[in-house]
């Protein structure tokens, strides 16, 4: 993944149609000169050059006079009139936009799409700004935050049928519900989950308090007692430097700190990897802490997460729901084999301050009061800590819902933008911001299309259910869908969390979008700083290419680009102080507008326009604005990496030349197509067919084949999971130098075959027809 965040931090703004724009203007011009020059004919009688020029070759030196006075008022006029409508054009081009660019920097052309009733992208800019509305907003977060509403309550039905409603009046060409049964944990009401420490006989000297609403969906059930081990944030790094100063979490249960960039899943998956027999996850107070006013997350609350290392039902992985009685389940690898349990800060500090053993690394260190940071396992009084889970799984009815408008070109085509609806607490972050910025844009982009906006491609925005599950809804969707997905989604975006601060923006995303990104954040307005567009705040901070970042597992786009090969993107505004009621009880409008100074509603109507300038390009451009080239330098960075060890390889029989051919292969098909597209009447319908086709399924093509969608979901070779992803040859790759004992040659040469393999097929498909390949290469057995 380290090659990808490299990749990522590069940001650019590539323009798709200066060369079409640049020959359609000389096209109009001589136009504008022809009809021109016939209109003064039809006005003007005596200017007959016909009559003139031959008075000129019978001599008549006053007919030479006249043609030229006759030919120069007619030059004058062509040339006023076209300065006339060519410099209207420009300034509907420019009207609303912040950036002050010019066609090529803004990335697309500003011609009116076919049916677009005359509108450019300048004022289709101003139309949307004008019509969305930050009140609409706060209300909407206000009204889905009342109350807890998970998937399957009653409380969580009602908000579907009230998102149902929403939709339905506003003016779209078609509205509708899909349901599903997903399988679902929740706590056992008949029998809680306990915490309790027990001596050496293994009577109980203690009972541990919990809230009985707080766990971890899809952990593992039962009991397990043991020592206790602290991980810091369970990170590999972490759990590698416990090994390197001999603590062991073998047998142990692991205390781990919310948070550290990876997930509860990745979290207790890697403690399962390193023996332990149960996880304990709390919030530190140095990760949550509490600002001047003492807003933030008191030491008796707990953090909750699902701990399903994937997405969507755990029993139907890579493939959607059906009824169970019909279809028996299939447990998904990544449903953990140990149990895990939130826990308060209070909690922890029980448990940790009477550790012994090793001392932390000065890192390590939390706030927690009066613990003396060690490592255990052994407690001071030699107990040990007996943990109990009690879950069911529950098959529960999800509805998605779904609301569409028809684009009027290519309107097999979609921009998707979804939601999580769902919470297992008021979420006012967790699923009010999503929601409430989703009906906001649906209301807005209709309003467009009734005011005389026609998008050339279709528009379909989602609200998904048993997002606080892992994605569950959408996923599920993906998997009934998948067939057909590669070839009519063009990108999603996940509107989830996308408010938690307004200092400043992440984009966790898929190369492929980010120079709309880059484009995109030159015309809205900083939230926080008027008069200033995200970009040139961003610049000052050190650099625009400081909001692009990688997509993460439990992000609502991964899925759809690591499972699905679809772009994606999830956009947030964040404040350098963390929003610390995220996934609580405490995740109410009341904290989340004090945290925010009481100014939700301007933030989310500048993620609205941002997500909406992202969309308008997408439904108006002729040719797709997606950056064709980004994976030849993903691959180019890991070629660097991987000629670093050429010398090693080599020796032993292995070769990297295959790959950097491929590499070769893929760079050379996407700058070729990119100067195909350059260089091409993009406003032919069936040009920009052929090129839009080919466009959309360059996300796919990284897809490995080689690989089970049920055993391996996320097939990405970029931003998936598994031994066949770039992210694992590296780290196999690495042990060469750090642990050359471990290498397995075998296993990196079937690595390095199927990764390389993927890539030539990418290669290969953009392309084109197979005439079009290039068949230097030998194959030898």
């Given amino acids: 993944m380290g090659t990808l965040t490299a990749h990522l931090t590069q940001s650019s703004s590539v323009s798709f149609h200066h060369s079409s724009d640049e020959e359609e203007n000389g096209a109009q011009m001589e136009e504008l000169t022809f009809a021109t020059l016939e209109n003064e004919e039809e006005a003007e009688p005596f200017c007959d050059i016909k009559g003139l020029v031959l008075r000129n070759l019978y001599g008549n030196r006053r007919g030479c006079v006249l043609l030229g006075f006759c030919g120069s008022v007619t030059f004058t006029a062509a040339f006023l009139l076209a300065f006339v409508v060519f410099s209207g054009r420009y300034h509907c081009s420019q009207v609303g936009g912040l950036g002050e660019q010019s066609e090529h920097e803004g990335g697309g052309a500003n011609k009116p799409s076919d049916g677009a009733s005359g509108l450019y992208l300048g004022e289709l800019r101003e139309m949307m700004r004008r019509l969305l509305q930050y009140e609409d907003i706060y209300n909407t977060v206000s009204r889905i935050s009342r109350a807890n509403h998970p998937p399957g309550s009653s409380e969580g039905t009602a908000l579907a049928s009230e998102v149902l409603g929403r939709f339905r009046k506003l003016p779209m060409d078609h509205t509708w519900t899909e349901s599903l049964y997903a399988t679902l944990q929740f706590p056992d009401r008949t029998q809680r989950s306990s915490l309790q420490l027990v001596d050496s006989a293994g009577l109980i000297s203690e009972q541990i308090a919990l809230n009985p609403f707080d766990y971890c969906p899809y952990s593992a059930t039962g009991n397990y007692t043991g020592g206790v081990v602290y991980a810091n944030y369970g990170r590999p790094e972490d759990f590698n430097w416990l090994k390197s100063v001999g603590v062991s979490a073998a047998g142990c249960v692991v205390v781990m700190r919310v948070g550290g960039g990876i997930s509860f899943a990745e979290k207790v998956w890697l403690a399962e990897r390193n023996g332990a027999g149960g996880v304990l996850i709390y919030p530190d107070p140095a990760d949550l802490p509490q600002d001047p006013r003492r807003l933030g997350l008191n030491s008796h609350t707990a953090v909750s997460e699902h701990v399903h290392l994937g997405s969507g039902d755990p029993f139907t992985p890579g493939f959607p729901s059906f009824n169970h009685s019909k279809f028996p389940p299939i447990p998904s690898s990544g449903l953990p084999l140990i149990p895990a349990l939130p826990i308060t800060a209070t909690v922890a500090a029980k448990l940790l301050s009477q550790l012994s053993g090793p001392p932390c ?42 609301s569409s408008l028809e684009g009027h070109v290519e309107p097999d085509q979609y921009i998707i933008l979804g939601a999580q609806r769902d919470s297992l607490g008021p979420g006012a972050v967790k699923s009010g911001v999503g929601t409430a910025i989703l009906l906001e844009l649906a209301r807005t982009f209709s309003a467009m299309v009734k005011k005389g906006f026609s998008p050339r491609r279709s528009l379909l925005f989602v609200s998904w259910d048993a997002g606080d599950f892992g994605s569950v809804g959408a996923t599920e969707w993906l998997e009934g869908y998948l067939s ?45 700083h008027a008069g200033q567009t995200i970009y040139s705040q961003a610049e000052r901070d050190g650099g625009s290419w400081r909001i692009m970042k990688p997509l993460y597992l439990n992000s609502g786009a991964y899925s759809f680009t690591a499972f699905a090969g679809v772009p994606a993107m999830e956009l947030r505004f964040t404040k350098e102080r963390a929003y610390p009621f995220l996934n609580t009880p405490l995740d109410s409008v009341p904290h989340f507008q004090e945290f925010l100074g009481g100014r939700l509603g301007v933030i989310g109507q500048r993620l609205g326009e941002l997500v909406g300038e992202m969309v308008l390009r997408l439904v108006h451009d002729h040719i797709l604005p997606l950056r064709i080239t980004s994976y030849a330098q993903s691959v180019l960075q890991f070629s660097a990496h991987l000629n670093k060890h050429s010398a090693e390889l080599q020796s032993r029989g292995v070769s990297p030349q295959w790959l950097f051919s491929a590499r070769g292969d893929y760079s050379r098909a996407a700058e070729t197509l990119q100067r195909a597209i350059d260089y091409s009447d993009v406003h032919n319908p069936t040009t920009a067919r052929l090129y839009n086709t080919r466009i959309m399924k360059v996300e796919y093509y990284f897809l490995s084949q080689y690989v089970s969608a049920m055993e391996t979901p996320f097939r990405h070779v970029i931003h998936g999971r598994g031994n066949h992803t770039l992210r694992a040859l590296t780290e196999h790759l690495a042990l060469l130098t750090s642990d050359p004992g471990r290498f397995d040659e075998s296993r990196f040469r079937r690595q390095l075959a199927l990764f390389t393999w993927t890539l030539q097929g990418a290669a290969n498909a953009l392309n084109g027809d197979v005439w079009s390949i290039h068949h230097t290469r030998t194959y030898t057995h």
């Fill in 484 to 528: 057909m997905l590669h070839l009519k989604a063009v990108a999603y975006f996940s509107l989830d969390q996308g408010i938690m601060g307004d200092d400043n923006l992440a984009a966790y995303t898929s190369p492929l979008l980010v120079d709309l990104l880059d484009s995109a954040i030159k015309q809205v307005e900083h939230p926080k």
């Fill in 361 to 402: 690394p000065p890192s390590w260190r939390g706030r927690l009061p009066y613990v003396r940071c060690v490592l255990g396992p052994e407690f001071s009084s030699e107990r040990r800590v007996q943990m109990s889970v009690h879950n069911v799984m529950n098959p529960v009815l999800l509805n998605n819902i779904f």
